[in-house]
């Protein structure tokens, strides 16, 4: 299967700390999507870092890309309780379609 | 002031019954899919359509069919529901095709079948 895993499952952190989650995949990419998703809501659409690019800001959102290692970073700095939310990367292969991870549900806690 | 809207949100019903569920997205969107989430929230492609044109058909069963009347619109009619239907679907659209850049998603639609 070409979806991705992501790790960990499940994060709990304190409110302040810094989130990481990881994504590694199988076949080379075009892009990789990372989106969150809040419960009982649609998945909503974070980052894209293409196959050349290595790293990728957006706002308190730190992405890393290393296609070497096929695998990615999404970095959540100074985490506040509203960013907790399952994460899901999301690679491109081709222009058809994208292959969904497994996702890591994060926790905040106040 | 939705961009992808879908009904209806939930939706029980029972084996054997045939139903549907409706996209539509304001953002004038060229291409728009269908997705089901299992309850392990693993997110699984099932159709695309680009310009009302099906790209996409992840051997979904043929109970499961959808229809793009213009390019604003994708629609899912399921035949014959069966227990293993039961699922969140989600409606999502993208300005071009889906490996290029980013999709917006609806806010899906919890099917139970009993």
Redesign the interface.
Known sequence: SQ?GEEDPQALSIQEGENATMNCSYKTSI??L?W?R?NS??????LI?IRSNEREKHSGRLRVTLDTSKKSSSLLITASRAADTA?Y?CAT?????????G??TRLQVFP | DTA?SQTPKYLVTQMGNDKSIKCEQNLGHDTMYWYKQDSK?????MF?YNNKEL??N?TVPNRFSPKSPDKAHLNLHINSLELGDSAVY?C?SSQT????????????TRLTVT
Request: charged share 15%.
């Open positions: 979806q075009n892009n999507q989106y998703q009982g809501r649609g998945l909503v659409h894209l399952s899901f491109a292969h081709n222009t058809d379609k994208l292959i969904f497994t996702g | 992808v929230k693993f997110l699984k492609i695309s790209i996409i992840e989600f999502a095709l889906a490996g290029v850049g980013e999709q917006y998603f609806g806010p899906g």
